[in-house]
Nanobody, 120 residues
Framework: QVHLVESGGGLVQAGGSLRLSCAASGSFFNINAVYWYRQASGKERELVAGIFGNGSPNYGGSVKGRFTISRDNDKNTVYLQMNSLKPEDTATYYC??????????????WGQGTLVTVSS
């Protein structure tokens, strides 16, 4: 089994910064893709940022230039650095990874979510 554990959410004032982390643990060969999604109250889940394979990061339009996704393959961890936060960034943020395990070529795994609240 593979588990993702997220951390780093919290309350921050508008204009501030937070860094989210998501660490994978369990039995697997490698992490093929990493993504961050978010879901605000009453809204659908949306893609915030992602890295597939060795490709370049991709970002949702509303966060481009403010958020940075990165990964540390040695630590099996993905990060989301969030700068210049706005109240509309308030949401629960979810980590998502595509992981190759001994039995599954691409296993999609979700983190438990971490709440980010940006006050005006």
């Amino acid at each position: 089994q593979v588990h993702l554990v997220e951390s780093g959410g919290g309350l921050v004032q508008a204009g501030g910064s937070l860094r989210l982390s998501c660490a994978a643990s369990g039995s697997f060969f490698n992490i093929n893709a990493v993504y961050w999604y978010r879901q605000a109250s009453g809204k659908e889940r949306e893609l915030v940022a992602g890295i597939f394979g060795n490709g370049s990061p991709n970002y949702g339009g509303s966060v481009k230039g403010r958020f940075t996704i990165s990964r540390d393959n040695d630590k099996n961890t993905v990060y989301l650095q969030m700068n210049s936060l706005k109240p509309e960034d308030t949401a629960t943020y979810y980590c998502n990874m595509g992981i190759r395990t001994p039995t599954v070529r691409y296993l999609e795994v979700w983190g438990q979510g971490t709440l980010v609240t940006v006050s005006s």
